[in-house]
Nanobody
Framework: QVQLVESGGGLVQPGGSLTLSCAYS????????MSWYRQAPGTERELVAR????????TYADHVKGRFRISRDSIANTVYLVMNSLKAEDTAVYYC?????WGQGTQVTVSS
């Protein structure tokens, strides 16, 4: 059974940093794709970053390029999202995704 469990969200000031974690189980990350999405109130869920393949090739949405970094630890079965230079508009619930599976989400609030 596939399970995705996010953690690491919280309240941070503008310009600050957070690292989100997604612990996964029930499958082996080989040539698959795992992604981080986010959803702010009143908006649609949007892709933030994804990591693909055995090499772990990353891709990013334009609005987070240069600020966010996705990575994975195959030993720990965890995908990370390091978020730097956070802005108020990054405030959202962040979700981990694998195929049709979603985690429960973790709230990120950027505010002074």
């Amino acid at each position: 059974q596939v399970q995705l469990v996010e953690s690491g969200g919280g309240l941070v000031q503008p310009g600050g940093s957070l690292t989100l974690s997604c612990a996964y189980s029930g499958f082996t990350f080989n040539n698959y794709t795992m992604s981080w999405y986010r959803q702010a109130p009143g908006t649609e869920r949007e892709l933030v970053a994804r990591i693909t393949g055995a090499i772990g090739w990353p891709t990013y949405a334009d609005h987070v390029k240069g600020r966010f970094r996705i990575s994975r630890d195959s030993i720990a079965n965890t995908v990370y999202l390091v978020m730097n230079s956070l802005k108020a508009e990054d405030t959202a619930v962040y979700y981990c995704n694998y195929q049709d599976y979603w985690g429960q989400g973790t709230q990120v609030t950027v505010s002074s």
